[in-house]
């Protein structure tokens, strides 16, 4: 093993920390990626996006090289909102584990319970032995980002979306490679609309009421309230214009769960 590979829990290294490494590199390698690239997009268990497209495999194919993972778990860790790639936080999480850049990588309690500056920060060793800390995320902050408003797992699991918050933060400062240019799901907030990056709580009342009002001018015994922990549940983002053009179906849909309560 050279200086610059490093082992990971699934055997062999991680060329995420060998710069030289890409299949790129060569005509053999590159080649044999497309040769995989294009069963992948054959396959019927390949999620919707990658099927039938051997270059969206092949983008696949290289990031599950660089991350020391299968293609397929890159594939079915990226969902695709309005048109943009975002990873899943769990697999990001897994992502900071497995390069093995730290040691005791850990998530540790901050600010006063039961209040809002209740918070997790996530730290971490160097080989070295340098300690390493990511930037503090709290309740306040996450009320204040407008993050509790767009996912009801803050109400439900706030120590969970903490942490996962926390790690994400941790990895954007010591980490940054891993996300390949690509955000996080819990960052989308802030990507699918400029309004977000602006003022998250003004943009989520505006389509809020926006959803009302056409909820009400069709006479449907429905609340926008309801519809948004609907989408949430599902992990869809929440938006006026799609849940207008698919407003039957997600009538429909959440009738069938009140039945079925």
Same mark, same amino acid.
């Not at 983008?59 to 943009?84: F, H, K, W, Y």
């Not at 809002?116 to 032995?129: C, D, F, L, N």
């Not at 800390?133 to 009320?143: Q, R």
């Not at 609309?193 to 505006?206: E, G, H, M, T, Y």
């Given at each position: 093993?050279?200086?610059?590979?490093?082992?990971?829990?699934? #055997?062999?290294?991680?060329?995420?920390?060998?710069?030289?490494?890409?299949?790129?590199?060569?005509?053999?390698?590159?080649?044999?990626?497309?040769?995989?690239?294009?069963?992948?997009? #054959?396959?019927?268990?390949?999620?919707?996006?990658?099927? #039938?497209?051997?270059?969206?495999? &092949?983008?696949?194919?290289?990031?599950?090289?660089?991350?020391?993972?299968?293609?397929?778990?890159?594939?079915?860790?990226?969902?695709?909102?309005?048109?943009?790639?975002?990873?899943?936080?769990?697999?990001?999480? !897994?992502?900071?584990?497995?390069?093995?850049?730290?040691?005791?990588?850990?998530? $540790?309690?901050?600010?006063?319970? #039961?209040?809002?500056?209740?918070?997790?920060?996530?730290?971490?060793?160097?080989?070295?032995?340098?300690?390493?800390?990511?930037?503090? /995320?709290?309740?306040?902050?996450?009320?204040?980002?407008?993050?509790?408003?767009?996912?009801?797992?803050?109400?439900?699991?706030?120590?969970?979306?903490?942490?996962?918050?926390?790690?994400?933060?941790?990895?954007? &400062?010591?980490?940054?490679?891993?996300?390949?240019?690509?955000?996080? $799901? %819990? $960052?989308?907030?802030?990507?699918?609309?400029?309004?977000?990056?602006?003022?998250?709580?003004?943009?989520? %009342?505006? $389509?809020?009421?926006?959803?009302?009002?056409?909820?009400?001018?069709?006479?449907?015994?429905?609340?926008?309230?309801?519809?948004?922990?609907? !989408?949430?549940?599902?992990?869809?983002?929440?938006?006026?214009?799609? /849940?207008?053009?698919?407003?039957?179906?997600? /009538?429909?849909?959440?009738?069938?769960?009140?039945?079925? %309560?």
């Amino acid at each position: 093993m050279t200086e610059n590979t490093v082992s990971n829990r699934f #055997g062999g290294t991680n060329p995420l920390d060998n710069e030289s490494y890409s299949f790129f590199r060569g005509n053999g390698p590159f080649n044999e990626a497309r040769r995989m690239a294009k069963l992948l997009a #054959g396959n019927s268990l390949t999620p919707a996006f990658f099927r #039938g497209s051997p270059d969206n495999c &092949l983008i696949a194919v290289e990031a599950a090289c660089l991350l020391n993972t299968s293609p397929l778990r890159i594939m079915g860790n990226i969902d695709i909102i309005d048109g943009q790639p975002f990873w899943r936080t769990p697999f990001l999480v !897994l992502c900071l584990e497995n390069c093995r850049r730290f040691s005791n990588l850990r998530s $540790e309690d901050c600010g006063t319970p #039961g209040t809002g500056s209740q918070g997790k920060i996530t730290k971490a060793e160097t080989v070295s032995g340098q300690t390493l800390t990511g930037p503090a /995320v709290s309740l306040d902050m996450a009320e204040e980002q407008g993050w509790t408003a767009l996912n009801s797992n803050w109400r439900d699991m706030p120590e969970m979306m903490l942490a996962d918050f926390a790690a994400i933060r941790f990895a954007r &400062l010591h980490a940054p490679d891993i996300f390949m240019g690509i955000r996080a $799901e %819990d $960052e989308r907030c802030t990507a699918s609309s400029p309004l977000l990056a602006i003022d998250d709580r003004k943009w989520i %009342d505006n $389509e809020m009421n926006r959803l009302n009002l056409f909820l009400r001018q069709r006479n449907i015994p429905l609340e926008a309230r309801q519809v948004r922990e609907f !989408l949430y549940r599902r992990n869809e983002i929440f938006n006026f214009e799609l /849940v207008k053009a698919n407003i039957d179906y997600i /009538v429909k849909s959440i009738k069938s769960e009140n039945n079925n %309560d």
